[in-house]
């Protein structure tokens, strides 16, 4: 860690104050992704906080390839869509068996009320 961070930052916002909007943009910033992935959590299921964390490092590859014109090996793809897949198995099966419990229960329902 950086030594007198707390003094650097004084003397950078003597230079210039937008430093001080820079860093309560980026506080408000880490809050509302804090917020969003507790949300997320809470609203649908660690698994899908953790296929959306993959997801966003798929985009900023892609864009990294795209905007910046950073190399990707073939390896690298390989790799990448390898562990996508792998993250999105779970998810796939874990609705296709809820799907189908609901449908159990759904059909035990109909029988029991005839």
């Keep these: 860690m950086e030594k007198n961070v707390v003094g650097i ?16 943009f980026n506080s408000a910033l880490a809050y509302l992704v804090n917020l969003t992935n507790f949300l997320v959590t809470k609203h649908t299921s660690a698994l899908t906080l953790q296929v959306l964390g993959n997801a966003k490092g798929a985009v900023a590859v ?13 390896l690298f793809c390989c790799y990448g869509t ?13 609705r296709s068996l809820k799907q189908e ?8 329902y109909q029988k029991a009320s005839i």
């Design 62 to 74: 892609v864009i990294s390839i795209l905007i910046f014109k950073n190399p990707a090996s073939s």
């Design 9 to 24: 930052t004084i003397a950078l916002a003597r230079d210039d104050f937008r430093i001080i909007w820079y860093l309560l």
């Design 82 to 94: 390898l562990t996508q897949d792998t993250s999105l198995a779970p998810l796939v099966l874990m």
């Design 101 to 108: 419990k609901e449908k159990q229960h759904k059909d035990e």
